[in-house]
């Protein structure tokens, strides 16, 4: 019943992130960051709390009149703190239930995994503790039902006998030493909650407790919103000769207090310990073998050896032995920790089709973040140059200046990085590199010229590696390589990574790029042609307007010179009466419109997430075999100045879909 239930769960979960996905791109997938939302949403409350707390009267007879001068003064700010320390306060609840949920789900909370299983469960208890406590303190008519049914549900208990309940039956009894008692409930519980946050998380490797920027800024602001929308208020002074019949309860926090109300306190007991119990014993319930053997696995190249724990992912086993994996999601969402398992079965794990295509599958490759061994293994980890080492040096880093910049539209700038004498980049056509900023955030950019030939006699000069560079609105890097850089300024890179190249066949090529996807398109064409492949290439490239077409004559002059190659631009963004002669729509449809059977073909795609994710389907419903279909797919991301997520360029996870 119990595995029924949590595959019922999972592909609800599965089906949710998928759309997620789709909407936000999966690096800003918020059911891929619950924890960090919550660990987010923590400290939100507790900074809130403490600016509340210093405006506080902690007495009977003040508590009332100071919650009141703090939401109706200040100019309002008084009112939005208020309201964001209770939204808040209930945006955390759901994370956590949500987070538990899916842990569960998963069955993410068996074997080494249960200090974190049985630590959550604690934390969701505090929560709950710390919020119902919150809403006595304003001391209004909520505050007394909540404290009231509180002790007399307490009193229930042996040993009280109705003691607590006797402090409120004269509204003298209500004394300022009661009050001082619950505002230390209050700060204390916070306190011994991040405590066991420290804890709960110490079991999982490289643990983020840090939302995406992107998501905590919409979190910040949607609280806000709230909190002007939907103010907080006081429901009337607490009146202890009276009992109010109409109260708004917070069903977020306050849900069992109806329960209590209607007498039933022996069962709601129950029901809570009961609850609790069965929460806390899950990891062992129902009982499973677990195997006590450490799977040993090889990981190339190097190799580096690990032992992975009884239901422990490679990528858990692996950054628990401090290697310098690959990894962006941990939930099978993102393709970032592909491998290729050489030798020994596994499970795959639950993981979207979009990261893992049924042709990834029959090539041998997996999902890190998603396979568990069954027995020893040996597998291969794409993108890094050396497993082996201690410090696990995942990529070799340069240091490089800039040598030349072009600006060639006001949105697009092509720069030339110059490594120093000797130093050359041994990496494949279609491939990328990570820029490395001062304070370690990386932003990846795709090589945009061919490989040197190694055919050719060794040169003493540095490599020279061309980045096609697009302004994202409010980017940290692209508004500094727009604003700021020059010729002469250092650049700190790594690489190279990806496996977005072109594969050997005797088909005809077909490639799609949407704006700077032309980038790594470019490298592959370049290649292609020095090496002589005779297969026929065509090239369609889609973007807004015709400004947008950045390398025209270079295109041009290929199609005049290479008998095999044909190029079709595509532009979207165009008004009816717009002069442009040629393609328009989308341009992946335009492929399809001079294709419409795709079975004999290999099909090379690069653009936006939404480009790609829009493309493949298509392709694949007109006869495409999903082992001739490559994609890589970017996310261009807008950001405050002083944001520090990747905002542009090839993706560090292509896949053959």
């Not at 030798?343 to 997996?366: I, K, S, W």
Request: with cysteine; net charge neutral.
């Amino acid at each position: 019943m119990s595995e029924l239930l949590q595959g019922l769960i999972r592909r609800i979960f599965m089906a949710a992130e998928a759309v997620f996905n789709r909407a936000f791109g999966d690096r800003m997938n918020p059911l891929y960051h619950l924890g960090p939302i919550t660990f987010f949403l923590f400290w939100v409350v507790s900074a809130t709390g403490l600016v509340l707390y210093a405006f506080f009267d902690t007495s009977v007879s003040g508590a009332y009149r100071s919650v009141e001068a703090i939401t109706h003064g200040g100019l309002g700010l008084g009112s939005i703190l208020r309201a964001v320390h209770r939204y808040a306060s209930d945006a955390m609840v759901l994370t956590m239930l949500a987070h538990m949920l899916r842990y569960f789900a998963f069955d993410r909370l068996r074997g080494f995994r249960w200090v974190s299983w049985v630590t959550g469960v604690a934390l969701l208890w505090l929560v709950y503790i710390a919020g119902i406590n919150g809403f006595m303190l304003p001391w209004d008519r909520l505050a007394q039902f909540v404290t009231q049914a509180s002790f007399e549900w307490l009193d229930w208990l042996p040993g009280f006998s109705g003691r607590l309940i006797r402090n409120f039956i004269l509204p003298e009894h209500v004394s300022d030493r009661l009050f001082s008692l619950l505002v230390f409930i209050h700060i204390g519980v916070p306190l011994v909650t991040l405590l066991l946050m420290w804890i709960h998380v110490q079991r999982v490797p490289k643990a983020t407790t840090q939302p995406p920027r992107p998501i905590a800024l919409a979190m910040g602001i949607m609280l806000v919103v709230l909190a002007l929308v939907l103010p907080v208020a006081s429901q009337g002074p607490a009146e202890l000769h009276s009992a109010s019949s109409t109260l708004s309860l917070d069903w977020f926090l306050l849900a069992i207090f109806p329960f209590i109300q209607s007498g039933a306190l022996a069962v709601v007991w129950a029901v809570v310990i009961g609850g609790t119990m069965v929460l806390m014993l899950m990891p062992w319930l129902p009982p499973k073998r677990s195997g006590k053997t450490l799977r040993q696995v090889a990981m190339h190249p190097g190799p580096a050896r690990v032992g992975a724990r009884h239901g422990e992912t490679l990528l858990e086993a692996g950054l628990r032995a401090g290697l310098a994996l690959p990894y962006d999601c941990r939930a099978g969402g993102c393709g970032v920790c592909v491998c290729t398992v050489l030798n020994g079965r596994f499970d795959h794990g639950p993981y979207q089709e979009a990261a893992l295509t049924a042709a990834m599958r029959a090539r041998g490759q997996a999902l890190m973040c998603c396979a568990v061994p069954l027995e020893d293994m040996e597998i291969e980890v794409e993108g890094v140059a050396s497993l082996a080492a201690e410090d696990a040096q995942a990529l070799r880093r340069y240091s490089a200046r800039v040598q030349r910049m072009q600006r060639l539209s006001p949105d697009l700038m092509l720069v030339w990085l110059e490594l120093p004498a000797g130093q050359h980049v041994d990496y494949q056509a279609g491939q990328y590199i990570n820029i490395v900023l001062a304070d370690g955030e990386k932003r990846a950019f795709s090589f945009a010229t061919a490989p040197r030939d190694l055919t050719a006699p060794p040169s003493t000069s540095g490599d020279v590696v061309e980045l096609h560079i697009r302004l994202i609105p409010g980017g940290r890097y692209t508004t500094h390589v727009f604003e700021q850089m020059k010729e002469g300024d250092s650049v700190d890179f790594e690489g190279p990574l990806g496996r977005f190249t072109l594969h050997d066949s005797e088909r005809p090529i077909l490639m799609v790029a949407g704006a700077t996807g032309f980038a790594p398109i470019k490298s592959i064409l370049e290649d292609a042609f020095r090496r002589g492949v005779r297969r026929p290439i065509e090239l369609y490239w889609g973007v807004r307007k015709e400004s947008d077409l950045y390398l025209q004559d270079l295109l041009a002059r290929w199609q005049a010179e290479q008998p095999h190659f044909r190029y079709v631009p595509v532009l979207s963004d165009l008004a009816p009466d717009d002069p442009w002669t040629g393609r328009r729509g989308f341009v992946h449809q335009a492929l399809l419109d001079d294709h419409p059977d795709l079975s004999g073909h290999e099909v090379y795609a690069c653009g936006s997430v939404r480009m790609v994710q829009a493309a493949v389907p298509d392709f694949l419903a007109h006869g495409l075999g999903e082992q001739y279909c490559f994609s890589d797919a970017f996310v261009p991301t807008a950001r405050a100045p002083a944001a520090s997520a990747p905002e542009g360029a090839a993706a560090p996870a292509s896949t053959a879909s």
